[in-house]
């Protein structure tokens, strides 16, 4: 059983950042067992949609609509992923989740296998 905690979100004005974290734990878990680790988010009313992802050995994807703007990152030894966002937009406001993966994170968010409970990020414009 794998486990992901979401923190970080909040209400924050158009131009500003967000630093989101989540915490991955389980019994015998392992962060460094999932090849991929990621982000993804539903605006209210939306589909799920990827954000970001990072492999195992650190490299990294970003959806269109962040990249410059958005910065992945995990810390294997502390079970942690990151999801660090500058220049926030209006259309960036959605609960954003975790995502971990045994395989490839791809932008088809019903083949994750693991999924934290979301957190709120509301951008004001």
């Known amino acids: 059983q794998v486990q992901l905690v979401e923190s970080g979100g909040g209400l924050v004005q158009a131009g500003g950042s967000l630093r989101l974290s989540c915490a991955a734990s389980?019994?015998?878990?392992?962060?460094?067992?999932?090849?991929?680790m990621g982000w993804f988010r539903q605006p209210l009313g939306k589909e799920r949609q990827f954000v970001a992802g990072?492999?195992?050995?650190?490299?990294?994807y970003y959806a269109d609509g962040v990249k410059g703007r958005f910065t992945i990152s995990r810390d294997n030894a502390k079970n942690t992923v990151t999801l660090q966002m500058s220049s926030l937009k209006p259309e960036d406001t959605a609960v954003y989740y975790c995502?971990?993966?045994?395989?490839?994170?791809?932008?088809?968010?019903?083949?994750?296998?693991?999924w934290g409970q979301g957190t709120q990020v509301t951008v004001s414009s």
């Open positions: 995502a971990a993966d045994r395989g490839i994170i791809t932008s088809n968010p019903s083949a994750v296998d693991y």
């Open positions: 389980g019994r015998t878990f392992s962060m460094s067992t999932m090849a991929t």
């Open positions: 990072i492999s195992n050995i650190g490299s990294t």
